[in-house]
């Protein structure tokens, strides 16, 4: 299903996809594998949208159509509703309309929603902060050159897989609940783009100097994750985001980076990754880092400018886990592994849909 996968917007007669009959006991295999690639299919096509169509409040409309579809509950919050996320509202004001939305979808199994005994709370929680930011030019810190900006729109590939992933346990109903948090916002160059030297509060309270406007993706998921943190009682908090270019540079593009300081978690999560064709390496948190993230103006500055480690997928990390608090976090950099340059296997060229089958596999292990 997946090597077959197309999308375009000609006009001329679609190319024709074929039918697949397969003949199997294995029905509960079947049943996740088809899930998991109808998942893919929606998340690649969230990533190939073009961005004069794919805008914020275009997100929350998709949002809210698998949520009517699959069951589950969403909340979608704009304006004067997300004051408090202060990165989400620095990054996406710089495009105003329709401006930055925040969208939070909910999944508990439906045999205990539907009964009277309130069992929900005994189960594990899981939540999925993805980077939603629909275009990203770089803001004022303009990316150079040009042509790095045309796959850029693949820059909300964390939130597409997210979603992706929710829709998928929905089908499978797993004993477990599932929170997705989709941060959504265009990085443009507007009147009203932040700047660098600017100072913004972070969800929760934390100031932060703005260095670099086209570091932008971590200040939206900080938000993301110290919202979780502090309502939704996560015991596992994972976020997964197109983040660093420097990921792809130490990894190249069959594996993600993975950061986490649960190692039995990044084992459970590395096994998983080899099965389900979505690989990841795990990556140090290397505190003697940190210092690059102290700010002379604010608590902390976000683009790890005070030195010069050359570590920019590892800084990165260290910035989101301020926001955490003690959960059990899985930072996923899907920079190199969100976009193919070219058909290989059963990823097409461009999005690929990363993080789907990793994060489904890795939720029904728990259940």
């Not at 199994?109 to 539907?114: N, R, S, V, Y």
Request: proline fraction near 4%; hydrophobic fraction near 40%.
């Amino acid at each position: 299903m997946l090597g077959a996968y197309t999308w375009n917007l000609k006009t001329t007669t679609p190319v024709e996809i074929p039918t697949f009959t397969i003949a199997t006991n294995e029905v509960e295999a079947l049943a996740e594998a088809n899930a998991s690639a109808e998942a893919l299919v929606l998340t690649r096509d969230l990533i190939h949208t073009p961005s004069n169509i794919k805008s914020p409040l275009w997100m929350a409309q998709q949002a809210k159509k698998v949520a009517e579809s699959k069951g589950l509950s969403i909340r979608v919050l704009e304006g004067k509703e997300i004051a408090e996320f202060g990165g989400l509202v620095a990054v996406g004001m710089s495009s105003p309309n329709p401006g930055p939305r925040f969208i939070e979808l909910s999944y508990i199994p439906k045999k205990i929603a539907k009964s009277k005994i309130k069992g929900a709370a005994a189960l594990p929680h899981v939540v999925i902060v993805g980077k939603g930011i629909t275009y990203d030019t770089g803001g004022v810190s303009l990316k150079r050159p040009y042509d790095m900006m045309a796959p850029m729109k693949s820059d909300m590939a964390g939130s597409a897989a997210a979603l992706g992933a929710i829709s998928a346990i929905a089908d499978l109903q797993p004993n477990i609940r599932v929170t997705v948090l989709m941060m959504c916002a265009e990085n443009a160059l507007s009147g009203t783009s932040q700047r660098p030297s600017d100072v913004i509060t972070q969800y929760g309270g934390t100031t932060v100097e703005i260095i670099n406007t086209d570091a932008e993706g971590r200040l939206v998921l900080a938000d993301g994750l110290a919202y979780a943190d502090k309502n939704l009682d996560p015991d596992y908090l994972v976020d997964i985001a197109t983040l660093t270019g420097a990921a792809t540079l130490g990894l190249g593009r069959q594996y993600a980076a993975m950061y986490t300081r649960d190692n039995k978690l990044a084992t459970s999560l590395k096994a998983i990754s080899e099965t389900s064709g979505e690989r990841v390496w795990h990556m140090p948190l290397v505190d003697d880092y940190a210092d690059s993230l102290e700010s002379d103006l604010a608590d902390l500055n976000h683009a790890a400018d005070k030195r010069d480690y050359s570590a920019g997928s590892v800084t990165a990390a260290l910035y989101l886990e301020h926001f955490v608090g003690d959960r059990k976090w899985v930072h996923l950099d899907i920079a190199g592994t969100a976009r193919s340059e070219s058909d290989s296997g059963e990823n097409p060229k461009g999005g690929t849909g990363y993080g789907v089958r990793l994060l489904v596999d890795w939720i029904l292990s728990l259940s």
